[in-house]
């Protein structure tokens, strides 16, 4: 893990609220190895960007590294860390604002689908699911906002999912930390943009990356690259939610108005 110099990130700096869109931009991956972060990585790094990755496999976490240093990235930092251990948050955050000399975009990737059929049996596990995909991203998100707030400027981007639209007997431990995460984001949102901050909610349908490997119908998943595109083509507009594909917004909006009485009795 390198650094460079930079200012307090506690301190106001009218660099960061008055950087032209021109310039590279800082970012902040957490959850870098993800499959869509990943992707998202190459598209900041082919334009020059800034990035500080941070990730828990030190070995998966270099070669992201090395391979956005390849494609141009303007600047590259890492730090390995089990973000599920949000004991170390505000040391890595401090750290890595530090290191980028400030912050344009955090991208927040974290999450896991767990094992259903385990966290159904077990509470342990379905603890497990909720504390990575939730409180989590909770504790990356009360540190960074408020960070944020404070200099009105900055992009929070966050990973959500299709998943908490609606509880689903299939995976409604993973669904439900996602649409705690979805309603936490919403609140954040409401909130801080007033403050200059953008808070924006990210609602993948599957896509095919190694998590969803060998998952059932993985052929009609979407292509984790066309995702990205997407994602950062959004963040860069600055919307607060954005279904990808785009079609979920659709697929969603009728899966709700299904009557309990009747979604009850589906097999999904």
Not at 185 to 205: F, S, W
Request: aromatic share 6%; proline share 4%; with cysteine.
């Amino acid at each position: 893990m390198s650094t460079a110099p930079a200012p307090d990130p506690l301190i106001p700096n009218r660099r960061d609220s008055q950087a032209s869109r021109t310039e590279p931009r800082r970012v902040l991956v957490l959850g870098a190895t993800s499959g869509i972060a990943e992707a998202c990585v190459h598209l900041w790094a082919n334009r020059g960007d800034h990035l500080f990755l941070v990730g828990r496999n030190a070995g998966r976490l270099a070669a992201v590294a090395a391979d956005a240093r390849t494609r141009g990235a303007g600047y590259v930092d890492t730090a390995v860390v089990d973000l599920d251990r949000i004991e170390h948050h505000a040391d890595l955050l401090a750290h890595a604002i530090n290191s980028l000399g400030g912050l344009d975009i955090a991208y927040l990737a974290l999450g896991v689908l767990g094992d259903q059929p385990k966290a159904e049996r077990n509470f342990h596990d379905a603890a497990q699911i909720i504390h990575t995909n939730y409180t989590a991203p909770v504790s990356l998100l009360t540190w960074l906002a408020n960070y944020c707030a404070q200099r009105h400027s900055g992009t929070l981007a966050v990973l959500s999912s299709v998943a908490g639209e609606r509880g689903r007997k299939s995976n409604y431990v993973y669904g439900s930390s996602k649409a705690g995460l979805t309603a936490f984001v919403d609140g954040l949102r409401n909130r801080i943009d007033r403050e200059g901050v953008r808070v924006m909610t990210i609602k993948p349908g599957p896509v095919k990356t190694s998590m969803t490997e060998g998952m059932k119908g993985q052929e009609r998943f979407a292509d984790v690259n066309k995702v990205a595109a997407t994602i950062v083509k959004a963040i860069d507009r600055g919307q607060d939610v954005v279904y990808v594909p785009g079609q979920w917004r659709v697929i969603m909006s009728v899966i709700r108005a299904i009557p309990e009485r009747v979604f009850k009795k589906l097999n999904l």
